[in-house]
């Protein structure tokens, strides 16, 4: 079944275009079921590109999904209109009353910053602690992935001596996990980011598991069974395009970067790039809505209730 989003929302031509399925309000009022509640927490810059990403890998399940776009209230965007912003998100502060099966919250272009210092932290400290009550799952992703852990187990971040930035062969620890059904025991997954989590200091924390990982680029993605929280600390959604661009913008702005490590053809900025990891994005967001829609209540309410 498809995923519902807003007829008008700039995310919905491009997924109709690359063969997704959506539906319109009125067409899923008809099906007698009740859609899963999925809320993308979008703290991204281009917050439009992050939404046909995310959408893009939610919208392939076959389960029924609605999918809500939230984000903080005490930030303004500044690559994102205002009318954007009104027309299709809620800030947090409106949507802090309902409940979530699956709740994403996103990367943001704040990792060189200390937690505390960035403008939002109080409102990301509540947002986080609402989704032990209010979320059955979490799926946090880089920044937002690094801020999580930080938050409920105290992991650090490490300053990077450069941009870990490329495509990377990774490996599964724990085959057998629900997360990880269908993927091969080597893959490849895109990599952008300035700071680090370390295996040393995960390890030390009770109810954590490493499930992903690279040689050269470490920890890759965490589960954790209480609170049902993954933490993916690298860019499984990203398009085929997205760190090209984030090259060639860096070439431009004058950023010292070097050429992302195997993802152009020869290292040849000037060839079009291969995707190697759409499949297993794939995989991990079905894996992942998958378990969701096995164990979440029927009940939204029930939702963060102890049995």
């Given at each position: 079944m498809?995923?519902?989003?807003p007829?008008?929302?700039?995310a919905f031509d491009t997924?109709?275009s690359?063969g997704?399925?959506?539906m319109?309000?009125?067409v899923?009022i008809?099906?007698?079921i009740?859609p899963?509640?999925?809320?993308?927490?979008?703290?991204?810059?281009?917050?439009i590109?992050?939404?046909?990403?995310m959408?893009?890998?939610?919208?392939?399940?076959?389960?029924?999904v609605?999918?809500?776009?939230?984000?903080?209230?005490?930030h303004?965007a500044?690559?994102?209109?205002?009318?954007h912003?009104?027309?299709?998100?809620?800030?947090?502060d409106?949507v802090?009353?309902r409940?979530?099966d699956?709740?994403?919250i996103?990367?943001a272009p704040v990792e060189?910053?200390d937690?505390e210092e960035?403008?939002?932290?109080?409102?990301?400290?509540?947002i986080?602690?609402?989704t032990?009550?209010?979320v059955?799952s979490?799926?946090?992703?880089?920044?937002?992935?690094?801020?999580a852990?930080?938050?409920?187990?105290?992991?650090p971040?490490?300053?990077?001596?450069?941009?870990?930035?490329?495509?990377y062969?990774?490996?599964?620890?724990?085959?057998?996990?629900?997360?990880?059904?269908?993927?091969?025991?080597?893959?490849?997954?895109?990599?952008s980011r300035?700071?680090?989590?370390?295996?040393?200091?995960i390890?030390?924390?009770?109810?954590?598991e490493?499930l992903m990982e690279s040689d050269?680029?470490g920890v890759c993605?965490?589960?954790?069974?209480?609170?049902?929280?993954?933490?993916?600390?690298?860019?499984?959604?990203y398009?085929?395009?997205?760190?090209?661009?984030?090259?060639?913008?860096?070439?431009?702005?004058?950023?010292?970067?070097?050429?992302?490590?195997?993802?152009f053809?020869?290292d040849?900025?000037?060839?079009?790039?291969?995707?190697?990891?759409?499949?297993?994005a794939?995989?991990?967001?079905?894996n992942?809505?998958?378990?969701?829609?096995q164990?979440?209540?029927?009940?939204?309410?029930?939702?963060?209730?102890d049995?």
């Amino acid at each position: 079944m498809p995923i519902k989003i807003p007829d008008t929302l700039p995310a919905f031509d491009t997924l109709v275009s690359e063969g997704v399925r959506v539906m319109t309000e009125t067409v899923a009022i008809r099906q007698d079921i009740r859609p899963l509640q999925i809320g993308l927490l979008n703290l991204m810059p281009n917050k439009i590109r992050t939404e046909v990403q995310m959408a893009r890998l939610v919208g392939a399940s076959p389960l029924q999904v609605e999918f809500s776009l939230v984000r903080v209230g005490g930030h303004k965007a500044k690559n994102t209109s205002e009318e954007h912003l009104l027309a299709f998100y809620e800030t947090w502060d409106e949507v802090k009353d309902r409940k979530f099966d699956g709740f994403i919250i996103t990367g943001a272009p704040v990792e060189t910053l200390d937690f505390e210092e960035v403008t939002y932290w109080d409102e990301m400290k509540q947002i986080l602690d609402w989704t032990e009550t209010n979320v059955h799952s979490t799926l946090n992703v880089c920044w937002g992935a690094m801020a999580a852990i930080y938050h409920f187990h105290g992991v650090p971040k490490y300053p990077l001596s450069e941009k870990a930035f490329g495509v990377y062969r990774h490996r599964l620890l724990n085959p057998s996990s629900i997360y990880l059904n269908g993927f091969s025991d080597d893959f490849q997954i895109p990599v952008s980011r300035w700071t680090e989590v370390r295996r040393a200091d995960i390890i030390t924390k009770p109810g954590l598991e490493i499930l992903m990982e690279s040689d050269e680029m470490g920890v890759c993605l965490v589960q954790e069974e209480r609170g049902k929280r993954l933490y993916m600390f690298n860019h499984v959604e990203y398009d085929s395009t997205s760190l090209g661009e984030e090259y060639f913008r860096d070439i431009a702005n004058g950023t010292p970067i070097k050429v992302p490590h195997n993802y152009f053809p020869d290292d040849n900025p000037e060839k079009a790039p291969l995707n190697r990891w759409r499949s297993h994005a794939h995989l991990l967001f079905g894996n992942w809505i998958n378990e969701i829609y096995q164990t979440t209540p029927y009940d939204l309410a029930k939702i963060g209730i102890d049995p």
